[in-house]
């Protein structure tokens, strides 16, 4: 029986080529975007979760009030981790990390930098990475040891044994390999290639329940509540110091996706794309499947015979059914197969393009039910209606080809079917514009300093050490324009402070001003606008002490003219000398801040250099020579600042090539459904186009008359799609503190290019149509 | 073997109610050949179909052997009709995507009759009709008389009690025509109770009885044998 199904599927199959390599490749490219994102979605959804007992690690964050508002931070304080460990019987392990950094190692000849971190004792009681050779635990805790990843101990050691050999960390100390451990999956958020004991960078000032600047996870006892160690943890800040924080625990698998916490709860941060993308992967399966069912039914009245014959021969509707049912699932085989042909050809670009390492393995179970659940779905979805349809109408009717009954409600499916399609194409297209739109915005908003011909070096080494004759030189190059030193990058600034106070402040207030230390020329070499005042400059000593402010700043503290005005901060109580305009110091995400930047060279990470227009080759080159000259032990390394600003968007802009992508292929597919669906209709009305042209109708009517139905269905779906992509635009432009206005245009242009695509579409057809000869039309009765 | 009474049949538009049968009544004795003629619209093909339990009367009785089956739910009727009836159409009906041997295996894939039993059976009711030589063309390649002897083929490979037949030789010309009515003629005489729809005064000399029909009603009955 089945055999006999398959085998009239297929001939079926055979025999309409045009209308099989449409369904067919349509199922194709909306499995084929399926699969893709579900595998991104199993890889995002994998993260941390191959730690074993990762079920009870937790990310330690901590809840403060600002304001009357829960602020909720992922940075803890120092002694946090050995009171969490003293207090709280539900932690078996606590581990304090200080944040990554890419540092020097040298071995023998062999020097390159590494990304590795500081970590307490009980790291690899947290997380259980296997050891290759040596002992992790036991390496960690002995003074002037490291552990290194396998990457590592092959770079530097190739054949021979790492362990007891030793390697000198940042030009600065030796330490003895005494543990390597197996690379750290990159679906891991805790990523290293080496570790070193945390008291190695421990400093006095970082014992301070104030400073937070470290990563604490814990693992709790296997049969231990985090809610009861939430419990005890309330006591702890009432207990050490006197400090509205409540410390709360994160499951180490929601870290990656759970970024944002808002009034103290998980709000979000990745896990809304997760679900964007698959609702994306659905509609675009759905619109495949769409096609499928449109043809299906459309052409259900050249069935029918069929039908009515295998009823008459004592075929049920059970059977009937299932004849259906395993057409629209072979149809749908065909279409998994060539989709999972597209995804082992496009998956490394895939990979590349989210610069992840996404794979497609079909023997893993997941996958394995993912694809056959997939192929069922799909083959349901196609083929349900048919089958349901077809396999009720009376065998009389069917015999008699009178289709008409259900062929109304048929027919006004179809139409509702193109519309439904139509209104997702054209939604994907309008957020395919918005979403360039505000990426272009951000590309190229004036951030309110330069982020073109800038370099950023990081100062390590002799080059710290000699930063002043470094700067020297590098100004002699006739290639530089100006170079100044910072904490860290002007256009990402991280760092911020409760410390701001000035004479008229209400004591309730509480302000978090963000802070950056720089050197002498900042405002020069990143071309910021002053509102008042001067840079800090060599000619007054005093500016050591002095503060420079944003706008914003000067707002938050009521002062319209702060310039001379004494304020208290990090370097006490000293005056403001310059007012600088309002520049976004974070991604276009954030709102600008207020801001103060003191002035201390020797905390400077790096040095930004600004180069002379069309020489930025030049300039390369010469800052490479002087690098060589003073850092002879460092690889020479820059980053450009435009470039740095770009990485900031990585997501935004990963985000707007999906859609684009997604969005085209929504497209593809619909109008490959029309076009099927117009030749159809063309080939439907043959004799009725025939009696028109017999009756005087110019080919030009029977065009308007063919294209217009399908028009009016496309101009429904605008009106439809428009609304909802709005408010969804709308919402996605909330996220950004800085965004482009809706404009009519954008609905006005995608609608226009999905009509004039559509009108392409079919009035091919109708033209094919109405230019046949009419006698052939008439004679097929 | 099949007994009507005051069988009622309408059919509605949203104005008007059409008769298509009214209070028909008469039997047919297990091995006869009974021929039913009448003009177009005279209600012939509407019985037709309510005899083959593919449609359902609006009134009155059905006894088919021995069992009322008016009002049988679809799923009933479709199991009765599939192992007692077969059905020959002047349009043939055969379906164009299969080929004469699997338009012939049909019935019995639907009656569940195992693979072997199937091929067996098949090719020897080809045989029968002599259209063995033909089982692997699909229906367009054959000339109209081949592709009727294929449908008696397939109405017949179930050993149904009863073969209704529409107008048999409607679209065939008279040899051919002649020859599906001594098909036909060979089978009522190995016990098979035929009922044939039909125009032509010809035709229906084959059979043992003629029921004339006009406006959904019985007008004469003729017995010939």
Not at chain 1, 335 to 359: D, N, Q, T, Y
Not at chain 1, 633 to 661: A, G, V
Not at chain 2, 32 to 44: D, N, R, Y
């Amino acid at each position: 029986m089945i055999r006999n199904y398959f085998k009239i599927a297929w001939r079926n199959l055979k025999k309409n080529k045009f209308y099989s390599i449409i369904n067919i490749s349509g199922l194709a490219l909306g499995m084929f975007c399926s699969f893709l994102i579900w595998f991104w979605v199993k890889d995002e959804m994998s993260y941390d979760r191959f730690y074993p007992g990762y079920e009870d690690i937790y990310f330690v964050r901590c809840n403060s009030d600002f304001n009357g508002k829960v602020v909720t931070s992922g940075l803890t304080p120092s002694p946090l981790a050995e009171a969490l460990k003293k207090d709280v019987p539900e932690v078996a392990f606590v581990t304090k990390l200080a944040y990554n950094r890419n540092l020097l190692i040298n071995f023998g000849e062999k020097a390159g930098k590494e990304n590795g971190l500081y970590a307490s004792d009980d790291f690899f009681d947290v997380f259980r990475l296997p050891a290759i050779a040596g002992n992790p635990k036991d390496a960690l805790v002995s003074p002037d040891h490291i552990v290194i990843t396998r990457n590592v101990a092959e770079k530097y050691f190739r054949d021979i044994s790492p362990l007891g050999k030793t390697i000198r960390l940042n030009n600065d100390k030796d330490y003895t390999v005494g543990a390597v451990i197996e690379n750290i999956p990159s679906n891991s958020t805790v990523q290293l290639d080496w570790v070193v004991n945390f008291k190695e960078t421990e400093q006095e000032w970082m014992q301070l329940w104030g400073n937070t600047m470290l990563r604490t996870y814990v693992r709790l006892h296997p049969e231990a509540a985090p809610e009861n160690a939430e419990i005890n943890m309330k006591g702890i800040y009432p207990k050490y110091a006197d400090m509205d924080v409540i410390p709360i625990l994160q499951p180490l698998k929601d870290v990656r996706l759970y970024s944002d916490y808002k009034n103290g709860k998980p709000s979000g941060g990745g896990i809304e794309y997760i679900h964007i993308f698959m609702i994306v992967a659905l509609f675009i399966l759905a619109i495949a499947c769409i096609n499928f069912m449109n043809m299906a039914t459309a052409r259900s009245s050249l069935r029918a015979k069929e039908v009515g014959i295998r009823k008459v021969v004592g075929a049920g509707r059970n059977s009937l059914f299932k004849q259906f049912i395993s057409e629209s699932i072979l149809t749908s085989l065909l279409g998994l197969l060539l989709a999972l042909g597209l995804v082992k050809l496009m998956l490394p670009a895939f990979s590349r393009f989210l610069r992840r390492p996404i794979e497609m393995d079909i023997t893993d179970p997941t996958t394995l039910i993912s694809i056959i659940v997939l192929l069922l779905i799909t083959g349901f979805l196609s083929g349900s209606y048919p089958a349901l349809y077809l396999s009720a109408i009376s065998p009389i009717h069917n015999l008699k080809n009178k289709l008409k009954p259900g062929f109304l409600n048929a027919a006004f499916l179809r139409k509702s079917l193109v519309v439904f399609q139509f209104t997702l194409s054209i939604f994907l297209i309008i957020s395919m514009i918005v979403i360039n739109g505000q990426m272009q915005y951000m590309r190229s908003e004036n951030l309110g300093l330069d982020r073109e011909r800038v370099l950023s070096i990081p100062l390590e080494g002799e080059l710290y050490n000699k930063m002043e004759p470094f700067k020297q030189e590098v100004l002699r190059s006739a290639a530089i324009e100006n170079a100044t030193t910072s904490a860290m990058l002007p256009i990402d600034i991280g760092s911020s402070s409760g410390d701001l106070s000035w004479p008229e402040k209400d004591p309730d207030l509480q302000t978090n001003v963000s802070v950056m230390h720089v050197g002498y020329d900042f405002i020069q070499t990143m071309n910021i606008e002053l509102a008042s005042g001067r840079d800090f400059s060599k000619d007054f000593r005093t500016d050591s002490l002095a503060y420079l402010i944003n706008e914003s700043t000067a707002e938050l503290m009521g002062m319209e003219d702060p310039v001379g005005k004494q304020i208290s901060f990090w370097n006490g109580e000293a005056p403001v000398i310059g007012m600088m305009k309002d520049f976004h110091i974070q991604s276009l995400h954030m709102p600008i801040t207020p801001l103060v930047l003191c002035l201390d060279p020797l905390n400077s990470s790096q040095m930004l250099v600004k180069t002379r227009a069309g020489k930025t080759a030049e300039a390369i080159q010469d800052l490479e020579k002087l690098t060589r000259k003073f850092n002879p032990n460092y690889p020479f390394e820059y980053h450009f600042l435009d470039t740095e600003y770009e990485k900031l968007y990585r997501t935004d802009t990963m985000i707007s090539t999906l859609i684009r992508y997604f969005g085209i292929l929504a497209m593809v597919i619909s109008v490959m459904g029309l076009l099927a669906l117009a030749a159809f209709t063309a080939e439907q009305r043959t004799k009725e186009i025939g009696i028109r042209k017999v009756l005087g109708a110019s080919v030009t009517n029977i065009v308007t008359l063919l294209s217009g139905n399908f028009t009016r269905l496309v101009l429904i779906s605008i009106v439809i799609a428009s609304p909802i992509a709005w408010y969804t635009m709308h919402l996605w432009l909330n996220s950004f503190a800085y965004s482009i206005e809706l404009q009519w245009w954008m609905f006005i242009l995608a609608g226009s290019v999905v009509i004039l695509i559509a009108w392409i579409t079919v009035s091919g057809q109708s033209i094919k149509a109405a230019t046949a000869n009419p006698v052939k039309g008439l004679r097929s009765e | 073997m099949i007994k009507i009474t005051d069988l009622e049949k309408y059919y509605r538009t949203e104005e008007v109610q059409t008769v298509a049968l009214n209070k028909l009544s008469f039997d047919v004795r297990e091995g006869e050949f009974v021929a039913i003629m009448g003009p177009s619209g005279c209600g012939k093909s509407t019985l037709l179909n309510i005899l083959g339990l593919l449609d359902d009367p609006d009134g009155g009785s059905f006894i088919f052997n021995g069992i009322e089956v008016s009002g049988f739910n679809e799923r009933k009727r479709a199991n009765l009709r599939k192992h007692n009836i077969g059905f020959v159409f002047q349009s043939f009906n055969l379906i164009d995507e299969l080929t004469v041997y699997e338009n012939v295996e049909l019935p019995l894939i639907y009656t569940g009759v195992k693979a072997t039993d199937r091929k067996n059976r098949v090719h020897e009711v080809l045989e029968k009709m002599q259209i063995m030589h033909r089982r692997n063309h699909f229906p367009q390649q054959l000339s109209g008389g081949q592709q009727q002897r294929v449908a008696v083929a397939r109405a017949v490979v179930n050993n149904p009690k009863l073969i209704l037949a529409d107008e048999p030789t409607g679209n065939l010309d008279s040899s051919n025509g002649n020859e599906v009515m001594d098909l036909l003629t060979e089978l009522n005489q190995q016990g098979t109770t035929i009922i044939m729809v039909t125009h032509s005064e010809h035709d229906a000399k084959f059979s043992h009885r003629i029921i004339r029909m006009l406006d959904g009603q019985k007008v004469t009955e003729n017995v010939l044998v």
